[in-house]
């Protein structure tokens, strides 16, 4: 107990120390929570009982549900606080507990989820596994209040039999994850991930599969890439359907911009509201790429205004980006996004009103029913079922009009929105998050010719290496209230590289170059396989878990196998050092058996291989930075979907030391005092060229290969 300002006595635990915004809001429990931690575990072996595990994260709206029905109850915590030594754990800054434990759940319940609880032994070997567990049992469900005392009883009575029972459980996760190396990797798994996806294509709302409908841009940047291999035109259309659909619906904030979690329905209309960077960062890699790709402008404009939001409310002051926003204000989920008809005429004034609530279906009853109810409760979630371009199309003399009354009517329902009471934002700052923001800020800037945006990806990438690297490599995943920590895991390092090469590719500066070749190497040392080749998600330096765990299934985020494969594929290329490309082959090769029995899971992995078995193009420029045919020269190439190129520049200062890192280079030159393109195909090079518009052609062939 502490005493507040006015002398009251508040409860708090352990948790109260944390920089973990999730563990604060779990500090004040009447539950006695510890942290992941050595205390936490020596007490449960002095004391003779078993841990209760819960996992979860800031934004997680069944977490909160949780919470409230049972951390918050005092008689369920005295059960837990009997029976069990307590310990919450964030799965964002720990993701090597959960990518266990996790696996754990799957393996015993055949889902999995957050909240994750496990309960296990104090040698951290789980017996039992469960998602949500409400307070009272109902539908067959045991809730907290008759499964604690029935784990005690067992605890109590049976030990021996749980005991056996978490033995046989570790073990048999720990078999599962173990290499399925196969016969290889060839082309036709490429053909056989495209099928996959076709198969579960809606044809109908676009996007793959039924509800609940996520994002997944990674099958959207691999149906690009397959694309842009076979010409199958039905590729190109499951991506640009999936991403017009997803601008429409509910599931992108039409007020405030920026894409929700995802769907409840397949309509991509009601979605789960909580806000995730890692969403955003990778739909604007997909929408870049899709942008370069087709050249319509609905993509560029689409991506602007998800990178809007970023700098707007995602932004901390030091240049990284925060992690979250929840789906919950004022105890309910998506209240801060939802309109009465009454409140947007109020604001907009009746005839305004009735022209924007025709165009984002507004209805007095509202637009969609309620979860728990199924009936319209009088709110709606502003969605289009028109796109843009059928709008003004209807009436193609007012296009201008349109454009600028939407904008306009869009003005004024944010500000109006934002006096409202926001969800709460999660506001530590992780390195693999980060990692893809700095990704897709480069992309963008390459794409759209957009200098600010390289500019951020600058800040953030500066921000991570003088506040999260050590001079050795090491890095730290967590940076809060003036603290990094947690040691870095693989998602880390990969996804930062990946940020990095593509920043370098962006402004050309040498020194994020060899940053990136400098984590590659430590990558190398700590986290490799030697033995059956590919990475461990935690490096040989981490905490000892019950096993250690390597993973290359694409989620909601790609796996950091599947981007460590892309990053040792494209820095061979750049450096002419082809061991690296002799790692990233046995990396491929050791998910073989895994990732052909079943493509679709793998997507960013797809992506891998198509660049492995493309053939190579490596661009090395020679010439002035501040030089208009340079300048030129760069934005033709940064307007074409290439993904198999690496772009180097030379300069004729001599200044960058690119060819210290890239020895090829070094006796590449200028013709005749102007820029010159030096282009290599599949390890043969053509002859340089300073000639722009020749230049243009090979690049422009490049693009239609």
Known sequence: MEKDENNVQIRINKLIHEKSPYLLQHAHNPVDWYPWGEEAFRKAKDEGKPVFLSIGYSTCHWCHVMEKESFENGNIAELLNGSFVCVKVDREERPDIDNIYMSVCQAITGRGGWPLTILMTPEKKPFYAATYIPAESRYGIPGMFDLIPTIADLWNNKREELLNSAEGITSAVASYGEQENGEGIDENVLHMAFKQIENIFDNEHAGFGREPKFPTPHHLTFLLRYWKRTGHANALEMTERTLESMRMGGIYDQ?????????TDRQWLVPHFEK?????????????ETFQATGKPVYRDTAKEILTYLKRDMLSPEGGFYSAEDADSEGEEGKFYLWTAEEIEDILGKDDAVKFNEIFNIQVEGNFAEEHTNVLSGRNIPHMTKSMEDIISAKPEHDEDTIIFIERSRRKLFNEREKRIHPSKDDKILTDWNGLTIVALS?????????????????????????MTEADGRMKHRYREGEAAIDAFLEDYAFFIWGLIELYQTNFRTEYLEHALRLNNYLLTHFIDSKDGAFFHTSDE????????????????PSGNSVCIMNLLKLAKMTGNTELEDIAHQAMNAFAGKVTASPIGYTQFMSAVDLAMKESVEMVIVGDMEDA???????????RFIPEKVLLFRSIYDKDNISDIAPFTRDMEMKNGKTTVHICQNHTCKLPSNDIEHIKEQIEALSHM
């Open 255 to 263: 007020i405030g911009f920026g894409y929700h979690r995802y769907s």
């Open 276 to 288: 995730m960077l890692y969403d955003q960062a990778m739909m604007v890699i997909a929408l870049a």
């Open 443 to 467: 992309k963008a800037a390459q794409a759209f010719n957009e200098d600010g945006y390289a500019k951020m990806a600058e800040d953030a990438a500066d921000f991570i290496i003088e506040e």
């Open 542 to 557: 981490a905490e000892e878990l019950i096993f250690r765990s390597k993973e290359v299934y694409d989620g909601a985020i």
């Open 629 to 639: 045919d340079t300048k030129e020269i760069i934005e033709f190439i940064d307007d």
